[in-house]
């Protein structure tokens, strides 16, 4: 796995937890009588940790050896699909394996 990826994909992860929790908390303020000009921001910042989960997905995704296509289609999924990115073997660790054995074998 790519390492730079890796680490661009758990930076996009903790900032789409904190943007739900902040945008979720900001639209449950909302429902006081005072505050009810909050859904505005709240709405944003949930669309936004949508972005950014995508894009720790994305990223995850390339750096174990897959196209970026499978990111968008478990983005759907939301923390599932990071789940299952997760469990998916690596091809990149694969593809180093399968070149050490031709070399040790020759």
């Known amino acids: 796995m790519l390492a730079e990826r890796q ?8 900032w ?5 929790v902040i945008g979720l908390g900001s ?3 909302s429902t006081v009588p005072r505050l009810d000009a909050l859904w505005i921001p ?3 910042l949930v669309v936004s940790s949508g972005v950014l989960l ?3 997905l994305w990223q995850y995704s390339v ?3 897959y196209s970026g296509l499978v ?4 983005t759907a999924f939301g923390f599932l699909g990071l789940l299952v990115i997760f469990l998916l073997p690596d091809k990149h660790r694969t593809d180093d394996l ?5 070399k040790t074998a020759a």
């Open 7 to 14: 680490k661009r994909s758990n930076v996009g992860a903790v």
């Open 54 to 56: 995508y894009y720790a």
């Open 63 to 65: 750096a174990k050896g």
């Open 27 to 29: 639209l449950y303020l």
């Open 42 to 44: 709240g709405v944003i």
């Open 16 to 20: 789409c937890l904190v943007t739900l």
């Open 71 to 74: 990111a968008l289609v478990l």
């Open 98 to 102: 399968a070149k050490r054995e031709e």
